[in-house]
């Protein structure tokens, strides 16, 4: 009997909060890969919100998964056999191909390779991963943030806004998260030293609450929440304030019809605001020099990563997708499938 292998499966189209029953587990042929093609054993995959936005079956900002098709996900694995000439069994990578327990790995998509062995597997799916790239790339290249600005993150215990806060702390700004729940605030202030952590689930006028902690104003406003959330913010920007929009957490879960609109926006006149999203993608060609800063960065313990490796395997996958939007994960959520490689540091989670 030929070799066989597991993936997960969209069983039917999410409404609402994804649930175990919008998944399914299916056993299916091991995958062959073709010249010029990897096939990679997964050690580590992730659970990603902007997921949920291909799962209702309809138009979204990217195209929507069709049913029975793997789940879309990042993961890290190990080459196990390889009919390309510049990869070979046993390199590391990183790939976007799904909740599988094996890919195929094609160097026209999306793969990088782990060469670097001074940090555990799990952060080069988190802070060095797509999380780190877009806070790298939203502040650096659309806010074009400079030392001295006042920046407010919000999602900002999540894998993006962890990495995001401590870059702009990094680069001399003051940093003011919004996050929900009082062990993220102590996160935020005394391992990650943000200047200010606001509990928006326990404040009651969340703008007074950032007006008091920046009271010169915004400058940078890096978003991964939504509509709602940025037009609370906007009337604190500053002249030429930019806002950056890298996601919409709080709308993933909504029909696109249903979302709401931002009314505050005269202040973009009087103001001189910009505000831009972006597709941290487009920005692969840069991505080695960032992962290198950023390598550097939380070597010397300038950065921390923000990480959680959750056991159960496949199996736990979809629970821990949906957890993402009761608020459960502490920074990037990660599922193990299969254990380290020995000659990378151990996780301590
Ligand atoms: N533009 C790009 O290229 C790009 C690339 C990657 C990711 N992203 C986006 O970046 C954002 C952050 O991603 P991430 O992986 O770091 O995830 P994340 O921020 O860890 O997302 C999960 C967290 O979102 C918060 N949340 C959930 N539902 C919410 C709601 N209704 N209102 C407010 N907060 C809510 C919860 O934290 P609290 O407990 O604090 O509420 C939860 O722990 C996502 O929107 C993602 O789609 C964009």
Redesign the pocket.
Known sequence: MSAMTRRIVLARFCDGPPVAEDFRIEDAPMPEPREGQFLVRNILISV???TR?RLSGKPSYIPPLKLGATVGAFSIGEIIESRHPDFAPGEIVSLADGWAEHVIGDPRGFVRRITDRRLPLAAWLGVLG??GM?AWF?LHRVASLKAGETVVV?????????AAGQLARIHGCTVIG????QA?CDWMTEVAHFDAAID??ATADLPAAIAAAAPKGIDVLFD???NA?IDQVIPLMRQNGRIV??????A??SDESAVEGIRNTRAFITHRLMMQ?????DDLPNWGAAEAAMADHMVSGELVGRWEVLPGGLEATPDAFAG??????T???LVRLAPDPDDFPKDAS
């Open positions: 990603d919100p902007g936005a797509v999380s877009t939203g919000t999602s900002a215990a999540g894998a993006v806004g962890s919004v996050a929900g729940g993220k928006y689930k991964n929440v939504g959330m929009v890298s996601g919409q957490v709080d993933y879960n999203g972006l597709v941290v993608f993402l939007f009761r608020g459960e994960n920074g990037r959520r």
